[in-house]
């Protein structure tokens, strides 16, 4: 099976993916979790069916004039729409959900067909005060779709779903529109029909659209050769309260900073992203993965190092570390089951079959030179075909009562052990200062000639709060991620969850600048309140007290 195989399907609110493909614990994995003080939560999640919500805030005739817009069947008030569009899919998220906490639902959800009526809803919406959350795939794991109710009179999510086209394939230049709203096999399958593919195979790449790739700047798994999608896009269409700005006229240019750059990574704060042209390639005639075993982490981010600084590089690149190879995510039969020991690295090689068989010796010398052990097709192979799986293991470990959550940074190679150190160490200390000592697994894997991201995964047995347990541990590590001078987040994004620590890593000239070209698109502030950028001054004046860039900070 390739990506453009996979099914776009309909999402439970709180199960992640395809219902097709929800799983189960096996047995022995709920024996080894009571060994570990797991305990079944005494609640089990609410039924939705029984959830009931507050009439939506939004005055009905404001409701029929938006309706007149998009036609009456594209604007939808119904609980199962707006429990659908509550937040995204971080754990917190899920277990509010789950929990039945409902207060960041929508009071909304409209469906717009196309720019133009994307644009005509902003007018009304900035009239009216309604706060808009851009809604792609809805997969945000950083409270991105949550924006601030306070001050505005309801909050209306517009679901880009119905913007699903391929609107041009420039087969010449290699490029692709993409209306906002198409998921990620949609557009595989729209674009193999052309004998081309984007290569953007983010985990949730069953979930997210296009729109969220850019609006978040996303990474995918074999960002080591398409790029990430920030790299990918060439052009965008952005509406605003303001008007239409159209970026990108030519691949590259010299005429003032890059306002493309702007768009991407705007989180929904700054306009509503309607189609994005990117830079595709030829379907790859041949996809060849396999791992390495190397004795420790080290060691294998060093032989990482050497290949992507010095080529040549693999499309698909990354290590775990010793507890994440002893522990097989993607595959729950094996889950618990040992590794082979070391770190495992995963190496993916795509291209035309002459390509790939240079790039993969020249790549196979390096490692093995580094000390690396070739394990052959097979575990790169299973790792390919079970990619897409570790998302749904969370919700069993969940209903388990495991708190299970992931987090992600990036640095330079210089501090990238310091960093992984003092993020592990953070985390470890917190949890187990709250009675649930937990397993903290990190891998590498999205690598550049100066750096590298960490992503870590954080299991261990929830407490009577989890929310507020995970809380802690994120504050801790947001924490040690300063300190360490390493990014926030390298793909995740900002959202609500890391606006203030953002804040304070660039600082609050930085933040005024962000706000003053919101103020020009989006003077009412309407697009995503609070999301990104700090609303009020005396969150800006937080982060200037607690030392951004601009103050001397780290
Ligand atoms: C299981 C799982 C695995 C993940 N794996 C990865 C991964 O491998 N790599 C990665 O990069 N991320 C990953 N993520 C995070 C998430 O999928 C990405 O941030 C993705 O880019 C979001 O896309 P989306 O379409 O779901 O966007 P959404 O969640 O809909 O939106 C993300 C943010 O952008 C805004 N927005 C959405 N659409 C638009 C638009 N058209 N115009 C303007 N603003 C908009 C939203 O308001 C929100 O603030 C993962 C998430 C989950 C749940």
């Not at 795939?137 to 209306?156: H, K, N, Y």
């Not at 010299?254 to 991407?264: F, K, N, S």
């Not at 995510?329 to 495992?344: E, K, N, V, Y």
């Not at 299970?404 to 160490?425: G, P």
Request: a negative charge; proline letters at 6%.
């Amino acid at each position: 099976m390739t990506e453009s195989d996979l099914p776009v399907a309909d999402f439970h609110p709180y199960r992640w993916g395809d219902p097709a493909h929800h799983t189960e614990l096996p047995a022995a994995a709920h024996e080894t979790l009571a060994a570990f003080g797991v305990r079944t939560p005494a609640q089990p999640p609410v039924d939705l069916a029984e959830l009931t919500l507050p009439e939506p805030a939004v005055d009905a005739k404001v409701l029929a004039e938006l309706a007149g817009l998009v036609g009456a069947e594209h604007l939808d008030t119904t609980t199962a729409a707006r429990l659908a569009h509550t937040r995204g899919w971080s754990t917190p998220d899920l277990l509010r959900l789950r929990a039945g906490d409902v207060t960041d639902a929508p009071d909304a959800v409209v469906l717009p067909g196309s720019h133009q009526e994307v644009v005509a809803l902003l007018e009304v919406c900035e009239r009216e005060r309604i706060a808009v959350v851009p809604y792609s795939g809805g997969t945000s794991v950083v409270g991105g779709l949550a924006p601030e109710r306070a001050g505005f009179t309801g909050v209306i999510a517009f679901d880009l779903k119905r913007l699903d086209a391929l609107l041009a394939v420039d087969e010449i230049s290699r490029t692709a529109t993409l209306q906002a709203g198409v998921r990620g096999p949609e557009a595989e399958r729209l674009l193999h029909e052309h004998g081309l593919t984007l290569g953007h195979f983010p985990q949730s790449y069953e979930g997210a659209s296009i729109g969220g790739y850019a609006a978040a700047r996303s990474a995918g798994q074999a960002s080591a050769g398409y790029g990430r999608f920030d790299e990918m896009v060439v052009g965008l269409v952005l509406a605003t309260p303001r008007g239409t700005l159209t970026l990108g006229t030519a691949p590259k240019s010299a005429a003032g900073p890059d306002l493309r750059q702007l768009v991407l990574g705007s989180e929904g704060s700054l306009g509503v992203i309607t189609s994005v042209t990117v830079r595709v390639r030829p379907v790859p005639a041949e996809r060849v993965y396999e791992a390495w075993r190397f004795d420790s982490f080290a060691a294998g981010a060093d032989a990482l190092r050497q290949l992507v600084q010095d080529g040549p590089v693999p499309t698909v690149l990354r290590l775990s570390d010793e507890a994440e190879t002893s522990i097989n995510l993607a595959d729950p039969a094996a889950m618990f089951g040992g590794g082979p020991g070391g770190c495992l690295a995963v190496t993916g090689y795509e291209g035309s079959a002459a390509e790939v068989a240079a790039r993969r010796a020249g790549a196979s010398a390096l490692l093995s030179a580094a000390g690396g052990q070739p394990l052959g097709t097979e575990p790169g192979e299973s790792w390919r075909s079970g990619r897409y799986r570790a998302p749904y293991l969370r919700d069993p470990l969940l209903d388990a009562g495991v708190l299970i959550e992931t987090l992600e940074t990036v640095t330079f190679w210089s501090n990238l052990h310091a960093l992984r150190a003092a993020v592990t160490e953070a985390l470890s200390n917190s949890l187990t200062a709250q009675g649930t000592p937990p397993l903290v697994l990190c891998h590498l894997s999205h690598v550049y000639e100066t750096g590298a991201s960490l992503y870590f995964t954080i299991a261990c047995a929830q407490t009577d709060d989890p929310v507020a347990q995970w809380g802690l541990a994120k504050q801790a590590a947001n924490e040690a991620i300063r300190a360490a001078g390493a990014a926030i987040t390298h793909h995740h994004g900002v959202g609500t969850d890391h606006r203030e620590v953002y804040a304070r890593e660039v600082g609050p000239l930085a933040v005024a600048s962000l706000r003053a070209v919101k103020q020009v698109l989006d003077p009412a502030g309407i697009l995503n309140p609070g999301v990104l950028i700090p609303t009020s001054d005396a969150a800006a004046q937080d982060a200037a007290a607690q030392g951004g860039q601009a103050e001397g900070g780290a």
